[in-house]
């Protein structure tokens, strides 16, 4: 599915331009191609900050039983590699 695409002004200094181009070109897409990834991630980036923060507020109104806490970690202990 091919989604409308807008044309957005953004102002950017000749290091940045140049290290985005250099940047695409080693990858072969093109800097608006490299931008929209970009957006994407800080949006992603952004996205999880606030899931973490839901969880971590969750956890403080109602924090885990210890008693779980420690089996999972014993659990985990016992069920990992040996590296």
């Known amino acids: ?4 695409r807008r ?3 953004v ?8 290290r985005l181009a250099a940047i695409a070109a080693a990858e072969g897409t093109n800097r608006s191609a490299l931008l929209r990834r970009g957006a994407r991630a800080v949006i992603e980036a952004t996205d999880l900050a606030a899931a973490d923060a839901e969880l971590d507020a969750a956890y403080r109104r ?6 779980f806490v420690e089996a999972a ?3 985990a202990a016992e ?3 040996p590296w």
């Open 1 to 4: 599915m091919t989604m409308a």
């Open 7 to 9: 044309e957005v002004l």
């Open 11 to 18: 102002q950017l200094d000749d290091e940045l331009i140049e």
């Open 62 to 67: 109602q924090p885990q039983d210890p008693a």
């Open 73 to 75: 970690a014993r659990l």
């Open 79 to 81: 069920t990992a590699p």
